[in-house]
């Protein structure tokens, strides 16, 4: 199991810790073993059964998953999928509960410490809808739940949850999209100096981070709309320290002057977010860039770039992990997304960047030389050789 | 705002794959159950570390360890009793059967339909009260 770096890491028991491995142990097993287990189904069984009744391969991943879901090994894979989903939440929240007020006492002793960054929460702020009325990916309480007065602990549940959930594949520091993504934009563009960084949707600052590593000089500033993740992230980075500025802001009504950013990032984010939400986002992404800054969105590859069978595969979470807007949004053309925000077309750009934890730093650095390709069974997948995938657009 | 316990049921429903959705809770308790399991490995595990470390045992000790006859023999009826036990639900049936057979030596054995038909009374059954009388 990967244990967090930082002082917030919970206390956890001899068994709590077996069960988070087992868990992550599990999740491994489902999604490399039996992802390509399925696969091979697939190829054997159900793909030559479409054949036979359609006369042609399946056109899509909607078509794909209507034929995958009658046979017995979907079936498992995707209960299992599901358990080890639930089990991930599940293996947290003993040792949470029970450090309940030892994390608080925490995070308000690393508060204390020198300022290195500041944290601005908004009495009486909405919480949209779509992460106020649903447990996405089946984490129960959401991001944005509170149960006492300056609450952090969805904060600390994301935290854990992901070390438990990510197997490794997040790096150590659960930063690995940050620091894959934030170094080879210093490296692929050496002209690029950021006075000030945007992080939207950052949660609890994880990727973050990872842009102040890579531009020290930069003010970096993190945005969300659940206030227990941002006491959490400010906490946190007070713990690493490292320099955020946090706000309780939503990414749809930035708060920011016109042309006061030169990089927006998110990571992650966009999925999570209806189309019309996703629009504004862009738009306001637009408006607080200065010329010639650069927009950037690490996500999930859009289908439109992906086989029928990958689509399929990473379409499963939108039908089975409470993420009602993870498919619309990789339905999404992201060029013409970004040209209806006001991006020039000719400004768009895309890549995919091998993890630099997983490939290590000559790979990683050496793919800023390369062009992207999308369409690869590795692209936005947590398994063995993951690869992040990212659009966006200069201004 | 007093502390509130975090909620762990997860809104917005589960999604069930099986045409009953019975199979996909048993699966769901079967993993948590190997969880379990595995649990108490690790924590075998660290015991014996802890053993090795403390001088309590020599590495590999319990591998090549081997039960005295008494022990074994002990050993032997705790396993039977615990293999009883985790089969138990199936020996139900067998004993209801069994019962059916004594109460009635001599009857013929009933056509199917009859037996079938016999099944929603069960709860009037002498298995059932004879589960009562035990209590």
Known sequence: MLELKHELKLDKSRDEKARMNFVSGLRAHVLNDMASGMRAVYDAEVEPGFRRAAGRAPANGPEVHKAIK??????????????????????????????????????????????????????????????????????????????????????????????????????????????????????????????????????????????????????????????????????????????????????????????????????????????????????????????????????????????????????????????????PFRDLDPVSVCAKAGFKSKNFLQFVIPSVGWYGEKVWSEAATRPPEVDSDKTGRLTDGIMWYCFGAWK | MSREPMRRTIRGGRPYFFADPAIDKILNMVVVLGSEVWTLRERLAAFEAIQVRQGGLAAGEIDAFDFSPEQEAKLAAERKEFIDSLFRILQEQVEEARGRTARAPQKPAEPVAARKRAVPVRGKSSKTAKRRSRR
Not at chain 1, 302 to 316: I, K, R, V
Request: aromatic letters at 12%; charged letters at 20%.
């Open chain 1, 70 to 327: 009658p046979n017995e090994y979907f079936k498992f894979y995707s209960s299992l999928r599901v358990t080890a989903q639930d089990m991930v939440w599940q293996s947290v929240f003993p040792p949470l509960e029970r450090n309940r007020t030892q994390l608080k006492d925490r995070a308000a002793k690393l508060s204390r410490r020198k300022k290195l960054g500041s944290l601005t929460l908004k009495e009486g702020f909405e919480v949209p809808r779509y992460v106020s009325a649903i447990d996405v990916h089946l984490m129960a309480g959401n991001y944005d739940g509170e149960y006492e007065a300056e609450d952090l602990a969805a904060g600390a549940l994301y935290d854990n949850g992901l070390a438990v959930f990510s197997f490794g594949l997040m790096g150590q520091n659960l930063d690995d999209i940050g620091q894959s993504i934030a170094g080879f934009i210093r490296l692929k563009f050496p002209q690029l100096k950021p006075a000030k960084i945007l992080d939207l949707g950052c949660t609890i600052g994880h990727n973050t981070g990872s842009w102040k590593d890579q531009f020290p000089q930069a003010e970096v500033h993190g945005i969300d709309v659940a206030a227990p993740c941002l006491r959490y992230a400010h906490a946190r980075a007070q713990a690493q320290g490292r320099a955020i500025h946090f706000h309780q802001m939503n990414a749809e009504q930035l708060e920011f002057p016109d042309a006061s950013f030169d990089v927006v990032f998110s990571s992650m984010f966009l999925h999570e977010v209806p189309k019309k939400g996703i629009e504004k986002i862009i738009a306001e992404a637009y408006r607080v860039l200065k010329p010639g800054g650069l927009m950037l969105h690490m996500e999930l590859p859009p289908n439109g770039q992906l086989s029928p069978y990958e689509a399929f595969y990473l379409d499963w979470d939108s039908a089975y992990n409470n993420e009602p807007f993870y498919k």
